[in-house]
């Protein structure tokens, strides 16, 4: 699983790619009736804005940590795993990484809550304009969607602020109790 996640967070295409496969395919189960090329190239049309947000965030991380996409995706394997980096300028870069990270989450409850609604909305209005097999649907995947969505979220922010605290510690090989790695049960934050 490992090497899907660095071949991933290494080739932004290959997640595009696989998104907008994986939404396609849902769309397909959900809405039947549609060639899956006519389904797929609506998909990858709708998803050009995730595109370039998420390729103006890869060069902002880079910018910030003063690397390249390699030393991101080091970086990153290192804050999934807990290891505080013992090299000054790797520390230094982490540091960035996770001030940067966490500055543009700083919302994320806000649009956490944004998104439910959305969720919700739509699966109520999929329930009033649509079928049963579609409203079942959207309401799994509202509830499936959701919950990951809840979960990664206080995942990853307990990661970063847990790599933040570690990173203030005045011992370059000293890690912060708790690492991310031992607390990944996706609770609320500290």
Do not use: C, Y
Not at 50 to 66: F, L, P, Q, S
């Amino acid at each position: 699983m490992e090497r899907i996640n660095v071949f991933l967070a290494r080739h932004l295409w290959a997640q595009t790619l696989l998104s907008v496969l994986v939404a396609a395919a849902l769309l397909m189960l959900v809405f039947p009736g549609r060639s899956f090329a006519e389904v797929a190239a609506r998909t990858a049309a709708i998803s050009l804005g995730g595109i370039g947000v998420a390729a103006t965030a890869r060069r902002r991380e880079k910018r910030a940590t003063g690397g390249t996409t390699d030393g991101v995706v080091s970086l990153d394997q290192k804050l999934r795993k807990g290891e505080v980096p013992a090299e000054p300028r790797e520390r230094r870069a982490m540091s960035a990484l996770v001030e940067q990270r966490l500055h543009r989450s700083r919302h994320r409850v806000t649009a956490l809550l944004f998104l439910a609604a959305l969720f919700v909305s739509i699966t109520v209005l999929t329930a009033f304009t649509s079928g049963r097999r579609q409203t079942i649907g959207m309401a799994v995947f509202t509830v499936v969607f959701g919950g990951w969505m809840l979960w990664m979220s206080n995942l990853q922010n307990r990661r970063l602020r847990t790599m933040r605290a570690a990173l203030r510690d005045e011992s370059p090989s000293g890690a912060a109790s708790g690492s991310p790695a031992e607390t990944s049960d996706g609770g609320s934050p500290a």
